[in-house]
């Protein structure tokens, strides 16, 4: 999500900084921009990530035109570049920390996100009619552990880690999976397929899971394409985001007395 947001404010000619920890984990990995990390630099639809050690690389990366990502799980870097805005897109379904003193606008993404009280306003993540609701006053709705519906499969299409130990893929992403399939295994014991489709999301191989913790999806429509593009749900937040900043910094607009 968080990368879906960053694209489109890259996009609308914001500079950002991404801020990271340094062993992050993505599931839909050729769609995060936090690969930047393990990889040194990511591209996602056009617009490339870099790995940067500190806050004197970052004006570099803007001028290549490119997103920085700065390992700083307690965001000091702010003391720096002093953001105008901070988006929380960590989806904890909490608030770890984000207050509004901390820039002159903040925007919380998903359950947990109180506006006004703890954010200026907050988003609202979870599918229907409200999706991408920008919320003045009160919070979004709380997570329902549900994944989304794809051409008829909804939990089946999820891979869950069968045990706790060392994630070891057996497959790659992109591959055509069969229901069935062995995907990966987890201390001596596989994971398998429950349906048919496209390999859209892993892990990465040797990172330390928990039993029935999230470690990939299956897209059932069978399209390869769509694990290096980004969702049609990250592209509705992003653009909610962009919606808000824009609003709250276009004087013109009355925002936070509003409730779109």
């Known amino acids: 999500m968080a990368s879906g947001v960053a694209h489109r404010l890259h996009r ?14 993505a599931v839909r990995r050729r769609v995060s921009f936090c690969e930047a990390v393990h990889e040194g630099i990511q591209t996602i639809e056009g617009v490339t990530a870099c ?15 490119q997103i920085p990502v700065l390992i700083d799980p307690e965001m000091s870097v702010r003391s720096v570049v002093k953001p ?8 904890a379904k909490r608030n ?8 002159l606008f903040t925007i919380g993404l998903g359950p947990g996100f109180c506006a006004p009280d703890a954010v200026h306003v907050a988003v ?34 999820v891979l869950r880690a069968p045990a ?7 497959c790659r992403l992109g591959d055509s999976i069969e229901a069935g399939q062995a995907i990966a295994s987890v201390s001596g014991m596989k994971l398998h397929a429950e349906v048919s489709g496209v390999l ?5 191989n040797g990172t330390l899971v928990f039993r029935h913790q999230k470690v990939g999806d299956i897209d059932p429509r069978g399209r390869k394409e769509y694990i290096c593009t980004i969702s049609d749900k990250a592209r509705a937040i992003g653009g909610s985001v962009l919606e ?14 509003t409730n779109r």
């Open 51 to 65: 790995l940067v050690q500190g806050p004197e690389e970052i004006e570099p990366a803007w001028r290549r035109l």
């Open 200 to 204: 859209r999301g892993l892990i990465r």
């Open 84 to 91: 105008h805005v901070i988006v929380d897109a960590l989806l």
């Open 96 to 103: 770890t920390g984000l207050y509004r003193g901390m820039a």
């Open 164 to 170: 706790d130990g060392i994630f070891a893929g057996l």
């Open 244 to 257: 808000a900043i824009m609003a709250e910094f276009n004087y013109s607009i009355p925002s936070r007395n």
């Open 12 to 25: 609308a000619g914001f500079k950002l900084v991404l801020t990271d920890i340094k062993t992050p984990m």
């Open 124 to 157: 609202e993540t979870n599918r229907g009619h409200t999706l991408g609701r920008l919320i003045y006053k009160g919070e979004p709705e709380a997570n329902t552990g549900i994944p989304v519906d794809i051409a008829g499969h909804s939990i089946k299409r």
